[in-house]
């Protein structure tokens, strides 16, 4: 198995069989968009809003590739689980933000599927809030660079791949819609990352264009968590320490922003591209 900075990747999967698109129209309630058949790598699967994507883009109908950071277990499982609703799905272990881990995420893909028509870079880092005075070097380097390199490089590695395919879509997931914004005290290297990522949206859309489409979806986090791992509470409710003005701001859960992402990449939203489509109440606050 090959070894990467003492990181282990999943298997290649070889000699796929391939599996007639009657089995995902057996499948009840489903409304198939243009996803039958489609390869989509996901990064961030294991969990959060990568998993619910790859759960949802399963339902209809495609091939979906996990991608899971190394020592994260939960990303082969949740292949696990998309092989058992009958769709070609398999697991990827790989840091996103290091580009050797970035190309044999993608040998990976090329390898088993032999083509990829959709990319959702949910990867992320769920960043704690650090004021000013206390922000260290590593803080601001590592949330940068899991947040902002790694949509960059996977963005990059993708490219050449999607513009050889009909219909191909890039959805680049971020937290915090209204910090990335507007800003917010406290948590500023993941206020510039989450700004950064919708900045490259747009600036991919326009290089990429007209052959494929770039968006984003930004999840406002209402309790004062990450659109990976919504922070709460051990009781389950809001964080305590969450600032008094955020705190009863409504945030998006996975499931919702796993239904815009998966609208993007679809046909219904075949004339948007270079756009950010909020997910969660990001306007009220406590008077």
């Known amino acids: 198995m090959p070894q990467n900075d ?10 796929i069989q391939h599996l007639s698109s009657d089995i995902f129209f057996n499948m009840p309630g489903q409304n198939f ?9 996901v990064t961030g699967g294991g969990s959060g809003v990568g998993r619910a ?29 998309l092989r058992e609703m009958g769709t070609l799905a398999h697991a990827v272990e790989g840091d996103v933000s290091r580009a050797g881990d970035v190309r044999r995420v993608f040998g990976a ?11 959702i870079n949910a990867a992320g880092l769920a ?22 390199k790694g949509t960059f490089l996977c963005a990059q590695a993708a490219a050449p791949l999607l513009r050889q395919r009909p219909r191909p879509a890039i959805v680049n997931v971020t937290a915090g819609a209204g910090d990335g914004v507007c800003g917010r005290g406290g948590n500023l290297s993941a206020v510039v990352a989450h700004a950064g990522v919708i900045g490259l949206t747009r600036a991919q859309a326009q290089e990429l264009a007209p052959r494929v489409r770039v968006n984003c979806v930004a999840i406002h ?13 051990s009781s389950g409710g809001h964080d305590e320490s969450a600032p008094e003005e955020f705190s009863e701001r409504r945030g998006g859960a996975p499931d919702e922003a796993a239904r815009a992402c998966v609208y993007l990449l ?22």
């Open 266 to 287: 679809s046909t219904d939203a075949a004339a948007i591209t270079g756009q950010t489509l909020v997910v969660g109440d990001s306007s009220r606050r406590r008077p």
């Open 127 to 148: 960043v704690r809030d650090v004021r000013l005075e206390e922000l260290s070097e590593e803080d601001w380097d590592t949330a940068t660079r899991l947040t902002l």
């Open 6 to 15: 003492g990181y282990q990747l999943a298997p290649k999967v070889t000699n």
């Open 53 to 81: 994507v790859a759960l949802q883009l399963a339902l209809e109908g495609a091939y979906v590739i996990v991608n899971y950071a190394p020592r994260d277990a939960e990303g082969g499982r949740v292949a696990e689980e």
């Open 109 to 119: 893909v090329e390898d088993a599927y032999g083509r990829l028509d959709l990319l």
């Open 33 to 41: 968009r243009g996803f039958a058949e489609r390869v989509a790598l």
């Open 221 to 233: 986090a209402g309790d004062g968590g990450t659109a990976a791992e919504p922070r709460s509470s």
